[in-house]
Structures are given as structure tokens and as C-alpha cells.
């Protein structure tokens, strides 16, 4: 051998102890980490277990709670709708309660518009009757002093009955006058010659005019009775008397025509019986 080539060396027992002792320790240590490790991994996995258990408890509470979230909402909802109704309703009726409450109150604005109008007139009317009524006093007075100039100026004839005598009417104006006197009633007459014709409750029948000489003669039947008028004269007074409890009746024949014609009228008491057929 070359005095260059190296000599192998040999380990000294320490060094070699020492070595062994070395790779002990890391492989203990190894250990130890390995199941240091391992014991965090399978807490780990425990843990991971653990959640995941969490998780689906979780998750079913989760869905329970979902559930009772939805019954409750659509109970909300169902409840709102409700009460939406229930509220559009109530305003709908208020609205009809106010729409007829303005009609009512322009109802009652119109009435009252209208009555303070009748009002008006009626107080208007009220003043024009007062004006009329004292207008009327006037021309009642004016006539009550006409009717009494009237009545004065007729003429008082004693009639055919002895001891009776009234006034009478010599043509309508004064007839019209001892009408609205008021003491008795009037019926007025035109006779043809041969003619009966009934006049109030009797009968008249003209048996004779002469138109020249202003005279007649006439028959009144009156209660199964005839009473002859003969002769007589224009405005006389010609008296019977008539009914069951005898009134006085008078005729009085105002003209005498050339046709044999007379006209005239018929006078009877107020209480005296009226013919049915015009009921007076």
C-alpha cells in the first residue's frame, strides 16, 4: 500500500453507544409525536364528529323551526286578510254612513231653503189676504149700505090678503136686492097662456093676459087647492097661504107680453118646504 491511502477508521464504542443512543431518543421521540399525533387527530375526529351530530340536530331543529315559521306566517297572513277585510268593509260602510249623512244634510239644507221659501209666500199671501180681507170689509160695508139704500127704495105693497103687506121687486135689479136680504126665497117664472107649469112646492097655471090693460089671470094649486088670481095688476102682491103648518106664499108677475106670456116670480118663507128637484 501507498504510504497516501487512508486507513479506515473505526468507531470507539462511545461514539458508537452514543450514536445508538441518539437514534433511540428520535425514535422515542418519534413516538411520543406520533402519538401525540395521532390522540389530537382522533380528538379532532371526535370533535368533527361531535359537530357534525350538532349539525343535524341543528338542521332538524332548523326545519322544525322552518315548519312552525310557515304555519305561523300563513296563520298571519290569514289573520291580515281578515282584518284587511274586515277593514275595507268598515270603510266602505263609513263611507256609505258619511255619503248619506251629506245627502240627508243637503236634503235637509233644500227642505229648509224650500220652507223659508213657503214661508216667505205664505207670509206674503198672509199680508195680501189682511190687504184683501180689509179690501173685503170695505165693499161688505159699502154693500151692506148699498143693499140698505136698496131695500129702502122699494116699494111696500099691501098684497090681496088683507092686512099683509111686503116689499116687492118690480123688475131683476130689485128682485136681485130682496135676494140677498135673505128673508126668504125666490123663484122665478114665465108663463104662456093655457100653460101649468110648477114653480117652487105648487103649481101655477096662466088662464088670461092682456097686454094692453097690463092684467091677468092666473091659477095657483097648491095642497090639493086651486086659488084663483083674477084680473089682477102688474106688481101686485098676490098672497096664499101653503104647506102643512101654512106659511104665506106671494106671486108676483112683473110683465105682461103681447104673446099671452107673463114673467114674474114666486116668494116663500125661509122655513117653507123646497122642491126635490133643485134641492133649495
Same mark, same amino acid.
Given at each position: ?18 450514536a ?46 322552518d ?64 190687504t ?25 105693497? +099691501? ?37 101649468? +107649469? ?18 091677468f089671470t ?11 088670481? +083674477? ?22 108677475v ?15 118663507? +125661509? ?10
Amino acid at each position: 500500500m501507498s504510504e497516501l491511502e487512508e486507513t479506515p477508521r473505526t468507531l470507539s464504542p462511545v461514539a458508537f453507544f452514543s450514536a445508538i443512543a441518539v437514534a433511540i431518543l428520535i425514535g422515542i421521540g418519534g413516538l411520543i409525536w406520533s402519538y401525540t399525533l395521532n390522540s389530537k387527530l382522533s380528538t379532532q375526529q371526535q370533535e368533527l364528529a361531535d359537530a357534525k351530530a350538532t349539525n343535524v340536530k341543528l338542521d332538524a331543529q332548523l326545519r322544525e323551526t322552518d315548519e312552525r315559521l310557515n304555519v305561523a306566517t300563513d296563520e298571519l297572513k290569514t289573520s291580515l286578510g281578515l282584518t284587511q277585510k274586515q277593514l275595507d268593509t268598515r270603510a266602505q260602510e263609513l263611507q256609505q254612513r258619511e255619503t248619506r249623512e251629506e245627502q240627508a244634510s243637503a236634503r235637509l239644507a233644500s227642505e229648509q231653503k224650500q220652507t223659508a221659501g213657503q214661508v216667505a209666500a205664505v207670509s206674503s199671501a198672509v199680508t195680501d189676504v189682511k190687504t184683501d180681507v180689509g179690501g173685503v170689509k170695505t165693499d161688505v160695508a159699502k154693500t151692506q149700505s148699498d143693499l140698505a139704500t136698496a131695500i129702502s127704495q122699494l116699494t111696500s105693497m +099691501k098684497g090681496d090678503l088683507s092686512g099683509h103687506s111686503s116689499l116687492i121687486a118690480r123688475n131683476a135689479e130689485e128682485l136681485e136686492v130682496l135676494k140677498h136680504k135673505g128673508d126668504r126665497s125666490y123663484y122665478e117664472f114665465t108663463l104662456a097662456k093655457g100653460q101649468k +107649469k110648477p114653480v117652487g112646492t105648487v103649481s101655477l097655471e096662466l088662464k088670461k093676459a092682456d097686454a094692453k090693460k097690463s092684467k091677468f089671470t092666473l091659477v095657483v094649486y097648491s095642497d090639493d087647492k086651486e086659488y084663483e088670481k +083674477k084680473d089682477r095688476n102688474l106688481n101686485e102682491p098676490l098672497q096664499f097661504y101653503s104647506g102643512k103648518d101654512p106659511q104665506l106664499f106671494e106671486i108676483v108677475v112683473n110683465s105682461v107680453s103681447a104673446k099671452n106670456t107673463v114673467t114674474g116670480y114666486l116668494s116663500t118663507p +125661509k122655513g117653507a118646504p123646497v122642491p126635490a128637484a133643485t134641492g133649495r
